[in-house]
Each structure stands twice: as structure tokens, then as C-alpha cells.
């Protein structure tokens, strides 16, 4: 598989930080069905598997990322090796990614909804030009319980996400818990894998969610 060199400091893009306020903007949006279990206790099991391929991706649930709408929001053609590994499996990029040494991380959804948020997205993950996993073990819709809304390299080997957690009564705009994951980057004689390793849960602290 074709190797991708990034760069060997850490580099968390604004971009990406600023697509995190998108995926809680006012408005309505497509809760996702389900409490996402993995993010239930503290040491989740592993999905990801060294050698596996990028997933593909899941039937559109919304318009199509290049409706005419949306064609100033932050969908855009891939832009490496890497992230054309991900188009060719069905998945239209968003955002900007992120590099820590070998270790690169983009993002990627198949539909949005009427503001333009990302349905059907997921998190990848790859190191050295080779898929490692993804942040969650299934595809995610903006503003449902379980979606990811910032992530970020502490490491070349380490990455950290948090992903809302909704109560019944919580607004869309305000989820009353978020859910910080902590992963590994291993690397084995298959190939790399990403890891979970922890999850912490604590109050959101958001003005108007309930306590």
C-alpha cells in the first residue's frame, strides 16, 4: 500500500476544531437511534483489526455531501494517497486532517443534513500510509448520542476524541455529557491498529443542558 510522509510534529488543524461547532450548531438535525454501548463503561473492546481494509461506507441517510447548498461547506475532493483510499470506498472527505509523525487522521461522511452536517460520518485513522481503524464502531450523524465533535493527536501513538452523550430531555444543541476517549497506535507484525483504552464521561457544563 502506498506510504504517506507527514510531518514529524503534531499538528492539530483549525479547521477542524471549527467543524466541531458545526457539528453542534442550532437547528434540527437526525438523532441517531440507539445508545451507543461502547462508550457505556470505562475500558471498551476493540473493533479495529491490523491488516483490515477501510470500511466501506454506509447507504446515504441525507442529501448527498455536493448538493448545491452545501457546496461551500467543508466536503472536498481527497487530496493524498491516503484519502483517496478512503473515497474509492464510498466516503466523501470533510474537514481538514490532522498529522502527528506517521500518523494521520481524516474525516469522511456519505450524506448531510438541512444545515449541512455530516450524517453517516466516520473518523479514520492511518499510519504510514496503512489503515489503523476507526474512532467508532459504527458511522455517526451530527448531533446524535455518540458522535464524535473534536478529536486530536496528543502523539504520534496517541489520540484522544470526545463524543456527546444525549439524555432523553437534552436539547440537539446541548448534550448534558460528553464521553472522552483515549487510544494507542500499535503497531503489529499485520499491520497498525488503533486501540481504545479508556473512556471518561463527565457533565457537559453547557448553558441550558439539564444536570
Known amino acids: 500500500m502506498t506510504s504517506v510522509t507527514a510531518s514529524r510534529e503534531t499538528r492539530t488543524s483549525s479547521g477542524a476544531l471549527a467543524w466541531a461547532a458545526v457539528l453542534l ?6 438523532a441517531q437511534p440507539g445508545a451507543p454501548a461502547w462508550l457505556e463503561g470505562t475500558h471498551p473492546a ?7 481494509g477501510v470500511p466501506e461506507a454506509p447507504p446515504p441517510a441525507g442529501d448527498l455531501p ?22 474509492a470506498s464510498g466516503w466523501t472527505l470533510f474537514g481538514a486532517a490532522q498529522e ?8 469522511a461522511c456519505t450524506s448531510v443534513d438541512g444545515m449541512c452536517r455530516p450524517l453517516g460520518y466516520q473518523v479514520f485513522v492511518f499510519v504510514d500510509g496503512r489503515f489503523a481503524g476507526t474512532l467508532s464502531p459504527r458511522p455517526m450523524d451530527a448531533r446524535g448520542d455518540g458522535s464524535a465533535t473534536a478529536q486530536r493527536f496528543l502523539s504520534p501513538v496517541s489520540v484522544v476524541a470526545e463524543f456527546s452523550r444525549y439524555a432523553p430531555s437534552d436539547p440537539l444543541c446541548c448534550p448534558s455529557r460528553f464521553a472522552t476517549v483515549s487510544y494507542e497506535l500499535r ?7 488503533l486501540v481504545p483504552t479508556h473512556v471518561t ?11
Open 187 to 193: 503497531r503489529t507484525a499485520r499491520g497498525p491498529v
Open 66 to 87: 455536493d448538493v448545491a447548498r452545501c457546496r461551500n461547506a467543508s466536503a472536498r475532493p481527497p487530496g493524498d494517497a491516503v484519502e483517496r483510499l478512503v473515497a
Open 100 to 107: 502527528a509523525g506517521g500518523a494521520r487522521m481524516v474525516s
Open 46 to 52: 476493540g473493533w479495529n483489526r491490523p491488516g483490515a
Open 201 to 211: 464521561t463527565a457533565a457537559s457544563g453547557r448553558a441550558g443542558a439539564p444536570r
Open 25 to 30: 450548531a442550532v437547528g434540527p438535525a437526525r
